[in-house]
């Protein structure tokens, strides 16, 4: 048996265990995520309980570290705006350097740079991918460069826009998202064939041209409290649609992010923090 230490953290709800590989080998059964290990580890009220795991590993790529993530279901995703928060707040707790405040992390969608400004954690998300065949999605594109397509399940009819950050996601606007049956639809839309790889789902009600306030059913989680990669990728959308401003703030069940897009031209940026909950051990 191992016993392997973990922390936890969480971005506006969203959390996390954070397990350290960077120095010492980590067992191959948590650095390959064996599905049934991840699964029984995130469940809520059987396991440690949390929308994924991440582990911070060693470069491979000349970055400062790598973040793998897991989802609860076990799948890999590409990127995790919250998790990447909470690997930052997680360096910064752990290390005895408070000067440094400049990171670039390596991840499944490429390397991200995260600065430190005033205390809060800014991180440079890139730019969003409207290209179908890299979200990937089979919608086609509208006359304003969006993936977007009527889709209907249990008849139902939604207008659903697509983006990628890194990963999938689809945006739907609703007049409110009270008495939104998040159960029923999310699992339905995430799983929709013109998806092939799956994708987070986010309803949306636009409140002014500087706020809007989202749900979320995340690809191999279900409802989360907050989406980073979402909360950009409705901004992106949202403003190529006219519909807001390059700078907004996103209402998100677990709280609220600043997401910046200026003039809606290259990197989107996610303001926001992250925090620490407890340490605990198990073993494998
Ligand atoms: N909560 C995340 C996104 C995590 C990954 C997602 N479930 C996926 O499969 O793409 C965020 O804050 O961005």
Redesign the pocket.
Known sequence: MTLIGFKKYH?LG?DFIIIDGRFSLLPSSIVSAEKHLVISLCKRHYGIGC??IILILPPVAGGDFRMKIF?SDG?E???????IRCLIRYILDDSEDDFVDSFIVETLAGKIQINIEEGNIKVDMGSPIFAPEKIPTTLPINERGIPQGRITILDQDFLVSACSMG??HAIIEVPTIKNIPLYEWGQKLETHPVFPKYT?VHFVQVKSRSEIEILIW????GP?L?????ACACLAVLAKLGKCNDLILVKLPGGELEINWPKMKGSIFMIGDAKYVYSGSFNI
């Open positions: 971005g969203n929308d994924g989802n799948s995703p590409e990127m995790c705006g919250n998790g990963n999938p987070n995340e690809r191999g989680c989360t907050a989406c980073g990669t979402g």
